[in-house]
């Protein structure tokens, strides 16, 4: 009786949802308009992205992991050893883990010729200084 009773809720709960129907796409046929505004370079300031963990942290990992596996070599003094060398070696390895996964980017601040102030992370192509002539589109600055 149990089973029939389940079966009848599954058949009933897949007839509904084969009732249900999805929501047709939205279909744009016009263009989207670019916002251009000009303006000109205030400052530049450098920032990792994409790293969120505390400075050092790969330094920290790396030399536990090395003095766990260094203490499994040697035995007496030579075990006390092994396990300092193995913290150092991996915590100098973990260091240089850590800066080769993190990402030094810019935002560039331009005051814009209307007046206000505006911080972009998009640079398009070529070398941006501070007093560069540039133009924003959709978000993006590139140099004038």
């Known amino acids: 009786m149990k089973f029939r009773s389940a079966a009848i809720a ?4 897949v007839a509904l949802l084969g009732c249900a129907y999805p929501e047709p796409y939205v279909v744009y046929d016009r ?6 505004e000009y ?20 330094t920290i990992l790396g030399g536990i992991a090395g003095g766990i596996i260094g203490h499994q070599f040697g035995g007496g003094h030579g075990n006390t050893a092994a396990t300092i060398a193995g913290a150092i ?6 260091n240089q883990i850590e ?14 010729d209307s007046g206000g102030t505006v ?4 640079v398009g192509e070529g070398e941006m200084h501070v007093g ?3 133009r924003i589109v959709n978000r993006r ?3 004038y």
Do not use: K
């Open 119 to 122: 911080a972009l992370n998009e």
């Open 132 to 134: 560069d002539r540039v």
């Open 39 to 58: 303006g000109v370079v205030e400052s530049m300031e450098l920032y990792r992205d994409g790293y969120s963990g505390p400075a050092g942290l790969g």
């Open 89 to 94: 070696g991996g915590g100098v390895v973990g």
């Open 31 to 36: 263009p989207v308009a670019q916002r251009t």
């Open 10 to 13: 599954v058949m009933t709960s």
């Open 99 to 112: 800066r080769a996964n993190a990402r030094d980017r810019y935002r560039v601040i331009v005051r814009l």
């Open 141 to 143: 600055v590139y140099r």
